[in-house]
C-alpha cells in the first residue's frame, strides 16, 4: 500500500487480509490479530456484584472468631459436640474467606480456585469427623491447620484493605470493611500460631494449650492489652506476637486517619 505526503512516498506493509477465522484488528500501521493477543485474567474486578458488601463480611467474621474463641480443635476424645464444633468452625472460617475474597473484587477465576479449595477443605472435615465418629478411632492429639487455609487466611486481610484504599467516601461499608479487616489480621495470626505451635519442638506457650487460647491470645495481642497470663515462649512464636502487635497498631492508625480524612472531605464538598 502506497500513499503520497507532498513530495515524499510512505510506505505500508500490508498484511494478510483477516478471515474469519482470524480476526484482525488495524492499530495505526500495524495489523494486531486478537488470537496473538496475550489474554490475561484480571487479578481483580472492581466492577462485579459482589464488591463492597462488607457489612456481610463483618457478621460472617465475628462468628468466626466467636466459634474459634469456643471450640477446641485439639481434642483426644470422641465427643461428638467437639467434633460437631469442628464443622462449624470449618464452615464460618470457609464462609469468612470467600465473602473477603468475592468482598474485596478478586477475579473470578482466582474466586473459582478458592472456591474449590475451601469447599474440598469443608467436605473433608465433614468426612473425617464422620469417620472417626463411626469407626470409633480415637481423634489425633493435635490438629495442625492445612497450609492452604493458613495462606488463604493471610490473603484475606490484604484483599480487603486494597479494596478500601480505593474507596473515595466513607460510607457504612467502608466501616465494616475496616473493621472487618481489623478481625481478618487476627484470624491469621492465630492460624499462624498454631502452625508455629504444630511443627516447634517447644509448645508455643510452653505447655499445651486449648486452640481457643491461641485466638484469645491473638485478640490480646492485636489491640495490644497485654494481660500477661499468656506468652510465647517459641522465638519464633514470640516474634509473630510482637509482629501482630506492630501491624495492629500501624493498622489503626492508618485507617482511622483514611476515614477521617474522607468524612472531613466529604463534609467541605457538601458545605462548598
Known sequence: ???????????????????????????????VTNEGRSKRTPLFDDKSSYVD?????????VFAVITLSLVDLRTTQNDLRAEIGQIVVSVFVGATLLLALRSSGV??????????????????????????????????????????????????????????????????????????????????????????DAFANTPFFGSEEPTTSFMYFSLVTITTLGY?????VEPFGRLLTTMEAVVGQVYLVTFVGMIVG???????????
Open 107 to 196: 477475579g473470578r477465576r482466582f474466586q473459582m480456585v478458592a472456591d474449590i479449595v475451601i469447599v474440598v477443605g469443608i467436605v473433608l472435615t465433614i468426612v473425617y469427623v464422620a469417620f472417626t465418629e463411626f469407626s470409633g478411632s480415637p481423634a489425633p492429639a493435635s490438629r495442625t491447620p492445612s497450609a492452604v487455609w493458613v495462606l488463604l487466611s493471610l490473603l484475606a486481610p490484604v484483599v480487603v484493605v486494597r479494596r478500601l484504599v480505593h474507596h473515595e467516601r466513607a460510607t457504612a461499608q467502608t466501616l465494616a470493611g475496616a473493621v472487618s479487616a481489623y478481625l481478618l489480621i487476627a484470624l491469621a495470626f492465630n492460624f499462624a500460631f498454631l502452625t508455629v
Open 53 to 61: 458488601r462488607f457489612g456481610l463480611l463483618l457478621i460472617v467474621t
Open 262 to 272: 474522607l468524612l472531613v472531605s466529604q463534609r467541605e464538598s457538601s458545605t462548598s
Open 1 to 31: 500500500m502506497r500513499q503520497e505526503v507532498g513530495q515524499g512516498v510512505v510506505t505500508y506493509e500490508s498484511a494478510s487480509v483477516p478471515t474469519q477465522n482470524s480476526k484482525a484488528q488495524t492499530v495505526g500501521s500495524r495489523l
Open 228 to 232: 500477661g497470663d499468656l506468652s510465647a
